[in-house]
């Protein structure tokens, strides 16, 4: 059994900032690749940002140069650095994490942290 506990969510005015954490706990072996997905009302869920175990990272285009996404592999621990905010960022976030378990290779979600941008 493995869990994600998110947490850094919350309410802030354009151009402020906000870091999201999400911590990975249970029976993990080894962890692949830790990211960041949001999904605005109406809208399909996208990816953020996300991170190998090697260090590659991808951002979708619209937070390139405004988030960053980091890792503590010690502690199973991603977070998204998310300044410069925009009204356009609010959206529920997901953490997303790729691991090894005891038994299997398992993709794992987070309950979702509602960041809202207000203009």
């Known amino acids: 059994q493995v869990q994600l506990e998110e947490s850094g969510g919350g309410l802030v005015q354009a151009g402020g900032s906000l870091r999201l954490s999400c911590a990975a706990s249970?029976?993990?072996?080894?962890?692949?690749?830790m990211g960041w997905y949001r999904q605005a009302p109406g809208e399909q869920r996208e990816l953020v940002a996300d991170?190998?175990?090697?260090?590659?990272?991808n951002y979708a285009e619209s937070v390139k140069g405004r988030f960053t996404i980091s890792r503590d592999n010690a502690k199973n621990t991603v977070v998204l650095q998310m300044n410069s905010l925009k009204p356009e960022d609010t959206a529920v976030y997901y953490c997303?994490?790729?691991?090894?378990?005891?038994?299997?290779?398992?993709?794992?979600w987070g309950q979702g942290t509602l960041v809202t941008v207000s203009s």
């Open positions: 249970g029976s993990i072996v080894s962890i692949n690749r």
């Open positions: 991170l190998s175990s090697g260090g590659s990272t």
């Open positions: 997303n994490v790729d691991l090894y378990s005891l038994t299997r290779y398992l993709e794992v």
